[in-house]
């Protein structure tokens, strides 16, 4: 991270880097942040670290100091409750928290505010070559169970941004959390190609929409989730429609309707899909606007930098990008297949996805596959947003049931009807037999959707 900050400061070191609630910092002022910070680090004999803060200026300069001096850091989310703290600290093994919030009581570790570090500096002037091998630890969200910690290496991570183009000028919305993978690549995105990065203190909808005016924001990376609530926002703001650049979507099937109503919204605008991971890294973009990804991408051989194939209907990565292991496990084979957990099936020159492999439905024998289900009730007119699942059944096992959030007013009976005509052609195993309109809806994330007032990005 730190080459990223040192690229742009070495020839602009005034270019802004990020825009934040406390403030703006340019490429130049966080090279030296995190100059400082990595002596700090190696003053202390600091080896491994948490970080907690939802100062995003500063996450950056830790984070490049960690990677200046080998130490493996690892970002938590920035209001986790301070149980969840302890549970994380003693699970991962951390001993150093690295933190500017003074309500995390006591737990088992070390709390270091910032300027500690800061003041805790070694005098032999600094670190020379980068270390050969310097860590990093992401966590996943802990969806299906604990989250775990996936171990990458700097160098894996910024080995495609040298043929980047220079990105001065655009300015990009962070709509992810820090802690998440999606939001770590996005920071090595806006930093690797000099471009700036806007930070809000609250990454919702709602929440961003006069960070996006106020800052001429004109380039933004979000879930297709974050998309929809962010699109029903703009139908309820007076102000004329910002001008995009750039649209990319990640972290979920993006439907073929979210990408005709973005294309609508914003016709000038470059809409990407990219399919990514935290154990196996971005398998790269697709900028065609249609659904899933093109079936070539099956064919590319098995030299390039990202590779893909199908293995029972599952589709598996092998990238130069990929971790290196789980944490407390041995590293994986460099060069070895990832299983995604993403079913797909190829249908004519795409590569269609059919949900996560965990969310299969078995309905009497038959595989029922919740995604395209939740595609279709999607398109009825009333629903803001559905969620399909399996309940379970004395006689076949399970049926498909559906949730739905209703889009503003409307009659529960008729809502019901329409979703069932929707799916009634159907193979008979997929259409739900339970429909039921609901106030909100809890995410794959742990997030909870209540209309257009849900929170998705933090």
């Given at each position: ?46 080896e491994r670290l948490a970080i907690v803060s939802n100062d995003v200026p500063l996450i950056v300069a ?172 703009l139908r309820a703001d007076t102000r004329p429609v910002p001008v995009l650049r750039q649209i990319t ?141 399996g309940r379970p059944n004395a006689l076949v096992g399970a049926v498909v049931a559906v949730d739905v ?54």
């Amino acid at each position: 991270m730190i080459e990223l900050l040192r690229r742009v400061a070495t020839s602009d070191a005034d270019r802004l880097a990020v825009v934040a609630a406390d403030g703006e910092w340019s490429y130049g002022q966080l090279a030296d942040e995190a100059d400082l910070l990595a002596a700090g680090l190696r003053g202390a004999g600091i080896e491994r670290l948490a970080i907690v803060s939802n100062d995003v200026p500063l996450i950056v300069a830790l984070l490049a100091a960690s990677s200046l001096v080998g130490a493996e850091a690892c970002v938590y989310a920035p209001d986790i409750a301070p149980e969840e703290l302890a549970r994380q600290a003693a699970a991962f093994d951390h001993k150093v928290i690295v933190t500017d919030r003074d309500d995390l009581g006591e737990p088992p570790s070390d709390l270091v505010p910032p300027a500690r570090l800061r003041a805790d500096r070694a005098e032999d002037g600094g670190p020379g070559e980068l270390p050969a091998r310097r860590p990093l630890l992401v966590l996943t969200t802990g969806t299906t169970g604990k989250p775990r910690g996936v171990r990458h290496d700097w160098s894996r991570q910024l080995s495609r941004t040298g043929a980047a183009r220079d990105g001065a000028g655009q300015r990009w919305l962070l709509a992810y959390g820090p802690q998440q993978f999606a939001g770590l690549q996005v920071l090595i995105h806006v930093l690797g190609t000099g471009a700036t990065l806007v930070s809000p203190p609250v990454r919702r909808p709602q929440a961003v929409m006069d960070w996006i005016h106020r800052e001429c924001v004109d380039h933004i990376s979000a879930t297709p989730t974050f998309w929809r609530f962010l699109l029903a926002e703009l139908r309820a703001d007076t102000r004329p429609v910002p001008v995009l650049r750039q649209i990319t979507l990640g972290g979920e099937a993006a439907p073929a309707s979210l990408l005709d109503e973005l294309t609508a919204t914003f016709p000038d605008a470059r809409i990407s899909h990219i399919y990514a991971g935290s154990e196996f890294g971005s398998t790269g973009s697709v900028s065609d606007r249609r659904d899933g990804l093109p079936a070539s991408l099956l064919e590319r051989g098995e030299d390039g930098e990202v590779d893909l194939r199908i293995v029972d209907g599952e589709l598996w990565v092998r990238s130069t990008a990929a971790m290196l292991g789980y944490y407390g496990e041995d590293d994986r084979p460099e060069a070895d297949w990832w299983p995604t957990g993403d079913l797909v099936e190829v249908v004519g020159d795409r590569i269609e996805f059919q949900g996560r492999k965990s969310d299969v439905i078995n309905v009497g024998g038959v595989k029922v596959h919740p995604l395209p289900v939740e595609e279709r009730v999607a398109t009825v007119a009333g629903v803001f947003a559905a969620r399909v699942y399996g309940r379970p059944n004395a006689l076949v096992g399970a049926v498909v049931a559906v949730d739905v959030v209703p889009d503003g007013e409307v009659d529960e009976q008729d809502l019901k009807a329409a979703v069932r005509a929707a799916c009634a052609d159907l193979p008979r195993p997929w259409q739900p037999k339970s429909v039921r309109v609901v106030e909100e809806l809890a995410t794959k994330q742990g997030k909870t959707l209540r209309g257009i007032e849900a929170a998705t990005g933090d």
